[in-house]
């Protein structure tokens, strides 16, 4: 019951719910569970591209040939990035940034990889930048930076539109808005 | 994300949350609930004496002198035994039915361990039997058929109080209202 409190958004009462169930009826589904969570524990790190998490040095999306290089699209985080690839057609690439510009954190461009960004820019294939920050303050800030860069590069950027509602968070949007928002997206 | 599905309450979007928090924030915590999930399902089993969940032959309760013997309360399953052992201030033993009787679905006495129950019964030791089944149809009627064996032998029992609302489950209920409903038990 106390190991399940990492859990986020496992409480007391929800801890011995889970671990009586467990071990009177699920000891396989236990195991499982545990051997998951060592093999992600020890082997996810970030893809070398694209900085997703990621079991090998590429992720499954940079490792896919199909995958169209023309477009990329920035995301604050991974859970982002599952959640437009669930609810969307997208079939370009991605780069996460594990985060959003907060200088009152200290968490400016270097802390976000925007280095890599910039050099994968200066690549000449991408031709789209689809910013898909989160609509908050920080993440409306970042994609203005991100506009920025792509600009300078004679870069055609664009922002997911309307349907992801202010101040919500991408990676808890209904699929059909996020669809919604991302085919709408609009030249910044 | 899969594995984490065996957990009861947890859909697509909790596990892919859980997940994620796991291996972007506390690799520590999956590494350690792997390790106590894995104990668990190979070092669970039954008390020789109560049934209730034990990693010992033994359960913590059984094995400790300072318990009285006198009062045994028969409960129907582990997750019962704790809210009592959190909520009243109980210091009596258990039985653990793990389970109600239930004609129907093919249990009876010798499947919730009956026959364990009256030999304990008949070792002369009890003196108050606490029925604390659920207040169920079911619960009810395991209480009653509980009550005939302790008055077959001539020892007392009673029944956990009103305070415990009729059709809810015991494991739900607050702290403050079990121990009501256990400190105000009546003779059945
Ligand atoms: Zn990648
Ligand atoms: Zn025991």
Not at 156 to 183: K, N, Q, W
Request: aromatic share 4%; proline share 4%; net charge negative.
């Amino acid at each position: 019951m106390e190991a399940l409190r990492c859990l986020p958004g496992v409480g007391p009462k929800s801890a011995s719910r889970m671990a009586f169930h467990l071990v009177e009826r699920d000891r396989v589904g236990a195991e499982r569970l545990a051997h998951a969570l060592l093999a992600a524990a020890e082997g996810v790190r970030h893809c070398r591209r694209c900085r997703n998490l990621s079991e090998a040095e590429l992720c499954s999306v940079c490792a896919d040939p199909a995958r169209d290089a023309s477009l990329l699209c920035v995301v604050e985080t991974p859970a982002d990035v599952l959640a437009i690839e669930q609810a969307t057609g997208f079939r370009g690439q991605y780069f996460v940034l594990m985060g959003r510009l907060s200088p009152l954190d200290g968490i400016g461009p270097s802390e976000l990889g925007l280095d890599r960004l910039e050099a994968r820019l200066d690549e000449g294939q991408v031709r789209e930048l689809i910013l898909a920050t989160n609509p908050t303050v920080e993440g409306e800030a970042t994609a203005h930076y991100l506009a920025m860069l792509a600009r300078e590069r004679g870069i055609r950027s664009t922002r997911i539109a309307h349907g992801v509602p202010m101040g919500g968070e991408l990676e808890y949007i209904d699929g059909g808005t996020l669809a919604h928002a991302f085919s709408g997206r609009r030249e910044v």
